[in-house]
């Protein structure tokens, strides 16, 4: 994995700087700490900052790319899997390679095919930009789920684009102010697809190109879709497979997933937690490989919280080389602001800061990459808001008691979580529903946070948002093609993947703490080829009565713990700070230096009679446990608002940037 930056001026005939394409590819050295460099072509700049995984010879995978003939040029971030294949059939046909690398591929592909249809031969996690000097046509390019994050904003005639928005913010002309509604949404922690907090800069979505081509002396710019998480139509479910063809397919599916990531020119480890989805990737990569797999495990001092001895138990089974880093509840919250520095969003939870310490841990024993659990949730159904989900809509054939019965059960088993995975009430939102036929539970606890972010404000911002609906914001955003005539269970799964997976998991938990350590997570799980085979599993065969993921349980059966294969979905979260006296009393002290109503006020972002009114809110004795959790979730916001405000609109990004340029020795 490595960053990658650059910009394309509309008057092709305008200076690249190259100090600014420096300056942006060392802001993100974190990224790329083994080399760098950068080269310009009629008025388009990239650069790149690298961390050698594949072809680890600097000389020859040194980024950018560009053609001998000058036609083209190439950053690229992330890994493609099943290169080695494709170039040996490119060089059958007569291309000559200058490199090892994955990423020339992409160069080779889009000579012979055009982008469209190199697109479908690219499998793994990546984000590139890629420019074509005989079209006039700068492509960006972000991979099917979003593992790999990829900024853009146009300013005064020029796109500028990263893997990060401080790399954006390292360029002089981009403004850094938050936006009104990119505010609302940080405060109640569920994204707009395709947005952020700050004014003016976008994503490139997952599955999606931005094609740029000048013309009259502008940018023209078109966003595309070439992929998408596309479930049958819910008549289309009923098959002739058997349950066992599904299970065998399944368990194909992810070995081959498996194998594939676990190529790389340096030893890969992996992450290892209490649940199915990292046992099995462990379980798998241990099988596969002819050497112990080291397994990297977060432990809490809550035992609630800690899954641990599964971990360890799995560990042995397998005879991986277990690393614990055991944490405790206080020492999370003296990581925060670091860890927003590199998430550029607010978190909900301090498992981002855990994720954060655990990649520095992975780092300082010498691994660069490992293997991690992300998606299967999302592909089988593990979340207890599927579930209910599940209960409430698609099982027409459950009595009014029995349905009663398991929903009640449901909440039981989640009442941790309760407030953060599951509402405390049932919340519905018209738009929401209008779309999709009902409000998804997943969005139902961030809509009751929702409630509270008015009375957050500043009143002057809060007036321009009296009339907004983040609810209709995100519904907006959904393909209708993609959620008409499905199963009520793909509908909830495919709004999660649009929306928690890409905005939080994937990038407070996954990407930006892992490079943040200049360590690359791959995800397995996230395979398009794994992730279109699950769509086609009947919803039946992924909730099964109660149990979820049923058709992963038994697929992984012979290589899972008997716990844990009978165990129900533990949410992986860190204990909120309600749980613990020493880590409140951390929350507070972070409070005194970030929200008091000078620092607010000098902000100009919140209300410092509503965030004291939210504060002793959760402190009254008659607030419950689940709101509690709510309140945790919205403190972490409001802290995280104003450490972003300090970080990225308050400093001097460009100056940073270029003095970390000058530090490392990095000129053009």
């Known amino acids: 994995m490595c960053g990658i930056a650059g910009f394309m001026h509309a008057d092709r005939d305008r200076p690249v700087d190259p100090e600014t394409l420096v300056a942006m590819a060392a802001i993100q050295y974190h990224r790329g700490p083994d080399g760098f460099g950068w080269c310009s072509m009629n008025g388009v700049g ?75 031969h ?83 979505r997952p599955g999606y190109v931005l094609d740029i081509k000048r013309k009259d002396g502008r940018l023209h ?9 596309e479930f049958p139509h819910e008549a289309d479910h009923a098959t002739d497979y058997s349950e066992q063809d599904y299970i065998d397919g399944v368990r194909a599916h992810l070995l081959e997933a498996v194998q594939h990531r676990l190529t790389a020119d340096v030893p890969v480890g992996s992450y290892l937690s209490g649940g199915i989805d990292s046992c099995a990737i462990l379980g798998l990569a241990a099988a596969a490989s002819q050497d112990p797999v080291r397994a990297f495990t977060i432990g809490f001092d809550n035992k609630d919280y800690d899954e641990t001895p599964i971990a360890t138990e799995m560990a042995r089974a397998t005879g991986a080389e277990q690393e614990i880093l055991r944490l405790d509840s206080d020492h999370l919250y003296d990581h925060f602001e670091q860890t927003l520095w590199h998430t550029e969003r607010t978190i909900y ?79 519905e939102n018209a738009a929401l529903t209008e779309r999709i036929g ?9 809509l009751a946070a929702a409630q509270h972010v008015p009375a957050l404000l500043d009143k002057d911002l809060g007036a321009g948002l009296r009339d907004y609906d983040p609810g209709t914001a995100i519904a907006e955003q959904f393909d209708r093609d993609m959620l008409e005539q499905r199963h009520p269970l793909d509908k909830a799964q495919y709004v999660w993947i649009k929306t928690m997976l890409e905005g939080q998991i994937l990038t407070w938990g996954g990407d930006r703490v892992d490079m943040a350590n200049s360590m690359e997570a791959r995800p397995p799980f996230l395979d398009h080829h794994l992730a279109a085979y699950a769509a ?133």
């Not at 954006?168 to 907090?197: C, E, I, N, W």
């Not at 710019?221 to 998480?229: A, G, L, T, V």
């Not at 009902?438 to 961030?446: I, Y």
């Open 46 to 120: 990239f650069s790149h900052a690298r961390l050698s995984i594949i072809d680890l010879d600097q000389s020859r995978g040194r980024q950018p790319f560009r053609t001998t003939d000058g036609r083209l040029m190439l950053t690229k971030n992330g890994e493609l899997y099943d290169y080695q294949r494709i170039r040996a059939d490119l060089t059958a046909r007569g291309d000559v390679f200058q490199t090892k690398s994955d990423s020339e591929i992409v160069l080779h592909l889009y000579r012979r095919h055009g982008l469209e249809k190199t697109l479908p």
């Open 349 to 427: 939870n301090t498992l981002g800061v855990a994720k954060f310490l655990m990649s520095r841990r992975v780092r300082e024993v010498n691994y660069k990459v490992v293997l991690t659990g992300e998606g299967s949730d999302e592909l089988f159904g593990g979340y207890p808001a599927f579930r209910r989900d599940m209960f409430l809509h698609g099982l027409d054939h459950l009595r009014p008691q029995e349905r009663k019965e398991w929903q009640a059960l449901l909440a039981e088993s989640n009442k941790l979580f309760k407030g953060a995975m599951l509402a405390e009430n049932a919340v």
């Open 221 to 229: 710019i078109e966003e595309r879709k070439y992929w998408d998480m």
């Open 536 to 668: 086609s599993v009947p919803p039946s065969m992924r909730i099964h009565g109660r149990t979820e993921k049923y058709v992963l349980r038994e697929a992984m059966r012979g290589l899972l713990p008997d716990v844990l294969y009978k165990r129900e979905k533990f949410a992986f979260m860190a204990p909120p700070a309600h749980t613990d006296p020493k880590k409140w009393a951390a929350v507070q002290d972070l409070a005194a230096r970030h929200l008091t109503p000078s620092a607010i006020r000098d902000a100009g972002l919140l209300d410092p009679a509503g965030v004291a009114a939210l504060f002793a809110l959760h402190e009254a004795p008659e607030t419950g446990t689940a709101t509690q959790v709510q309140l945790d979730a919205s403190i972490n916001h409001l802290l995280g608002v104003q450490i972003l405000h300090q970080h990225f609109v308050a400093a001097d990004v460009p100056r940073q940037a270029r003095e970390t340029a000058q530090r490392l020795g990095w000129h053009p």
């Open 438 to 446: 009902f409000t998804p539970s997943c969005l139902q606890p961030w």
């Open 122 to 204: 690219l499998r793994g996690e990546f984000a590139f930009a890629l420019f074509d000097k005989e079209a006039e046509r700068l492509m960006l390019v972000r991979d099917r789920f979003g593992i790999k994050p990829l900024y853009w904003t146009e300013v005064n005639g020029t796109l500028i684009f990263g893997s990060e928005l401080k790399v954006l913010f390292a360029h002089p002309d981009v403004p850094r102010k938050f936006s009104p509604q990119g505010l609302y949404h940080q405060l109640m922690q569920t994204m707009v697809p395709g947005s952020t907090a700050f004014e003016g800069i976008q994503q490139v």
